[in-house]
């Protein structure tokens, strides 16, 4: 069974930081890899999707990382904002379904 | 613009009545899927659909049933079976090859 894993479960930095955010994963036979941003009270939002077949993908002053062969993959943020403040998921695709992270809370501090 | 309703927000019920959650998509997309969401607690999928008229459990089932018979639609009941239906509850839809795609969440309270 699948299972997803998120290090630091918190994290709060002052703005202007670069930070990496860290998933896990126990299962490497996966199709894409996502990395969703959390507003409190709100839905999902998709910030970036790696197919399996992909090592990374970048928006803006998002990147992020994928080592299947490790289990892993890397949410990097460039000079932090306030507005970056939120929960961030990663979330795995295996056969027919996703398996969600518990999340990262990112504060940043003005 | 294209996008995923859920609604309504936030919805209160008593104990031991049934209570159906709307989700509707415009995106076209095959999948969609339920999750809940509780505090300190990652995403636990529901339910799910790949196709019209077709369905399968997902992880906590149990207390809850849907229906696909609107490419558009996939509605999700919380019946009086399920012990702890106090969640927020999230809806997706996905097309091939992209992103998931969700709904702002109904926060479904009962007391």
């Known amino acids: 069974k699948q299972e997803v894993t998120q290090i630091p479960a918190a994290l709060s930095v002052p703005e202007g930081e670069n930070l990496v955010l860290n998933c896990s994963f126990t299962d490497s036979a996966i199709y894409n890899l996502q990395w969703f941003r959390q507003d409190p009270g709100k839905g999902l939002t998709s910030l970036l999707l790696i197919q399996s077949s992909q090592r990374e993908q970048t928006s803006g002053r998002l990147n992020a990382s994928l080592d299947k062969s490790s289990g892993r993959s890397t949410l990097y943020i460039a000079a932090s904002q306030p507005g970056d403040s939120a929960t961030y998921l990663c979330?795995?695709?295996?056969?027919?379904?996703?398996?969600f992270g518990t999340g990262t809370r990112l504060l940043v501090s003005p | 613009d294209g996008g995923i309703t859920q609604s309504p927000k936030y919805l209160f019920r008593k104990e031991g009545q049934n209570v159906t959650l709307s989700c509707e998509q415009n995106l076209n997309h095959d999948a969609m899927y339920w999750y809940r969401q509780d505090p300190g607690q990652g995403l636990r999928l529901i339910y799910y659909s790949q196709i019209v008229n077709d369905f399968q459990k997902g992880d906590i089932a149990e207390g809850y049933s849907v229906s696909r018979e609107k490419k558009e639609s996939f509605p999700l009941t919380v019946t009086s079976a399920q012990k702890n239906p106090t969640a927020f509850y999230l809806c997706?839809?996905?097309?091939?090859?992209?992103?998931?795609?969700f709904g702002n969440g109904t926060r479904l309270t009962v007391t």
């Open positions: 979330a795995v695709t295996g056969f027919q379904k996703l398996v």
């Open positions: 997706a839809s996905q097309g091939a090859n992209s992103p998931l795609h």
